[in-house]
């Protein structure tokens, strides 16, 4: 009698599976109720005005340009992040740093996006190689911002889209441009142009530019189930004290290489478009 007592209360590993799922599933629904709302919250825009296709910037500017260019209306004027619609691309100026970066990310699972392209600024860090108004095509970013770190453990490594990276860089050949690729460094520290300590490891991780966002989106959205990608823009050269990005020299970086840099963007998701490819990220299960 006893005996049976003690299996009716036995737990088994199906059991805590099912309860684990139960929780996976209600908290899922929790997230989506809350990023439907939150996503016209943030940005003014209506769900059903959204894109399949995603652009992300870290400035106003560039919607300006892109709703100018395609005279549509720039939504959220009046809220933290601008954003328009066109040709089934959808512009969002999400702010600067990775935390935006990360809320950006998981707003945008409300509508679950075909593709995710961030168009960033970032300091290049191979003096005397690279210089300002280069592109650069990440093949990864190092997780320096620890924003990242709240979506998947820190061993996994921040890795674009790779399908997404190849039709970026076939726009560039089409606007017969050159671009660097290599790993960058995502921090969440925007004032370091003073430590040295800081940029002798940056040299020793020999990682060809820095920026704030980069990481974060690769980890984000791949935790996410969206397929994302990056084309960086260099904007200064910060290892060396006359390459620290200032007003004048970013306005100059805007007027000669920022339109440029939008439709290299634009392009590579009208590629995707047009001809139906996929950009599934390997295999999204974590």
Same mark, same amino acid.
Request: proline residues 5%; contains cysteine; neutral net charge.
């Given at each position: 009698? #006893? ?16 309860? +684990? $799922? ?19 919250? /943030?940005?003014?825009?209506?769900? !059903?005005?959204?894109? !399949? ?8 500017? /560039?919607?300006?340009?892109? +709703? ?71 093949? +990864? ?13 820190? !061993? ?8 997404? $990276? ?8 089409? /606007? #017969? ?15 370091? !142009? ?30 996410? $189930? ?20 200032? #007003? ?6 805007? +007027? ?31």
């Amino acid at each position: 009698m #006893e005996e049976k007592s003690k299996n009716k209360l036995k737990i088994t590993q199906h059991d805590l599976d099912k309860v +684990a $799922q139960h929780n996976h599933t209600h908290e899922k629904a929790v997230k989506t109720k809350i990023v439907k709302d939150w996503l016209p919250r /943030y940005t003014g825009m209506p769900l !059903e005005k959204f894109g !399949e296709y995603i652009l992300l910037v870290n400035f106003a500017g /560039y919607v300006k340009s892109f +709703a100018d260019k395609y005279d549509v209306p720039i939504f959220g004027n009046d809220r933290p992040m601008q954003a328009a619609t066109a040709e089934g691309i959808t512009i969002i100026n999400f702010g600067i740093g990775s935390p935006n970066a990360g809320l950006v990310i998981d707003l945008l699972e409300a509508i679950h996006p075909k593709a995710v392209l961030f168009l960033g600024k970032c300091g290049g860090l191979k003096t005397g190689k690279n210089q300002v108004g280069d592109l650069i095509l990440p093949i +990864a970013a190092i997780r320096g911002e620890g924003t990242s770190d709240d979506y998947l453990p820190p !061993e996994l490594p921040a890795l674009p889209a790779f399908a997404l $990276q190849k039709a970026v860089s076939t726009a560039i050949r089409d /606007y #017969e441009r050159d671009y660097w690729t290599g790993v960058v460094y995502t921090t969440n520290k925007r004032v370091w !142009e003073h430590r040295e300590d800081f940029k002798e490891r940056l040299r020793n991780l020999r990682c060809i530019a820095i920026d704030m966002e980069t990481a974060t989106i690769f980890v984000a959205a791949f935790k996410n $189930q969206m397929p994302a990608g990056a084309l960086l823009l260099v904007s200064d050269m910060p290892m060396t004290h006359e390459g620290v990005k200032t #007003e004048a020299s970013d306005k100059e970086v805007t +007027a000669n290489f920022a339109a440029l840099h939008l439709k290299v963007g634009v392009d590579s998701l009208k590629q995707l478009i047009n001809k139906g490819l996929t950009v599934k990220h390997l295999r999204f299960e974590t």
